[in-house]
């Protein structure tokens, strides 16, 4: 089924939906967006979701007129006419029409754009390239991955699937697109500065704290590379394991207790 698009302010057929060559999304990635699931028809964690694209959308400074409760009801609008297991909902808010290329004029444009979705195979693995970078306003969910993009195809070549970024000063921070943990003697760590605080990764840290210990902090790449177990958490990934970083391999190259336990704990508990 193809899914209709929302766009000023009515959901349309996809065919029609046009974005304007003087959008300043478009011109300099000036926007926000985030992403969830819809599953059997209900969506996945939407409050957190929504709190966080209007967090976002505060802290870059967009201009809008919608509610919690308002993008609320037009998630539910969609999910209504959902016929697939698993959907992918993706809000997207664009500072708008500007007609020098910079400075935009009015409110900002909302587009919701569904789709079918499904996950990577859970046991399947991923394998990271480390790079010097730390995100700018790493705590907004922006447009702008042009460092990750630029990236990827070195990544690839390299036998890699995504990034782990990380700094001298700071450690590691996060991954592309997606939130980071390794698990050493059986404690659970994940970073706690410079990442985009995942949903994904809040559900994760509530689960994993009533049955394991778990340490918020710095974390380096040393810690990682040495590490028993290494996973990733994101709303398109769940939990799934990472087996190499820069071509080492983590424990025995294959998903661990604990990541495994989180998986279940995480499936068990998505509403």
């Not at 899914?3 to 959008?23: C, L």
């Not at 976002?56 to 409760?69: D, I, P, T």
């Not at 990271?128 to 630029?150: C, F, P, Q, T, W």
């Not at 700094?167 to 943990?181: C, D, H, I, M, Y």
């Amino acid at each position: 089924m193809a899914y209709p698009i929302y766009y000023k302010g009515a959901w349309q057929d996809p065919e029609k939906v046009t974005v304007s060559v003087k959008d300043v999304g478009f011109l300099r990635g000036f926007g926000i967006f985030d992403f969830f699931r819809i599953m059997d028809g209900k969506p996945i964690f939407m409050s957190d979701h929504l709190d966080r694209f209007l967090s976002s959308a505060s802290k870059m400074g967009l201009s809008h007129s919608y509610s919690k409760e308002s993008l609320a009801a037009l998630i539910n609008e969609i999910a209504a006419l959902s016929v697939d297991p698993c959907l992918g909902v993706k809000l997207v808010l664009t500072a708008g029409f500007s007609l020098n290329g910079f400075d935009p004029i009015g409110e900002s444009e909302l587009y919701i754009f569904p789709g079918v979705f499904s996950f990577a195979e859970p046991t399947a693995g991923m394998r990271l390239m480390s790079r010097e970078y730390k995100r700018e306003m790493a705590d907004i969910k922006s447009l702008n991955y042009a460092y990750a993009l630029r990236e990827m195809p070195a990544v690839r070549a390299a036998g890699g699937d995504d990034l782990i970024y990380h700094t001298p000063e700071f450690g590691v921070s996060e991954s592309s697109r997606s939130n980071l943990f390794y698990v050493k003697d059986g404690v659970i760590h994940t970073p706690a500065d410079h990442i985009l605080e995942g949903i994904t990764r809040k559900k994760v840290l509530a689960l994993a704290s009533s049955v394991y210990e778990v340490r918020v902090g710095a974390c380096s790449l040393a810690d990682f590379m040495s590490a028993d177990e290494v996973f990733t958490t994101g709303s398109t990934k769940r939990v799934l394991p990472i087996f190499s970083i820069d071509g080492k391999q983590i424990g025995d190259g294959k998903r661990g207790e604990v990541t495994e336990r989180l998986y279940q704990l995480l499936l068990a508990n998505e509403k």
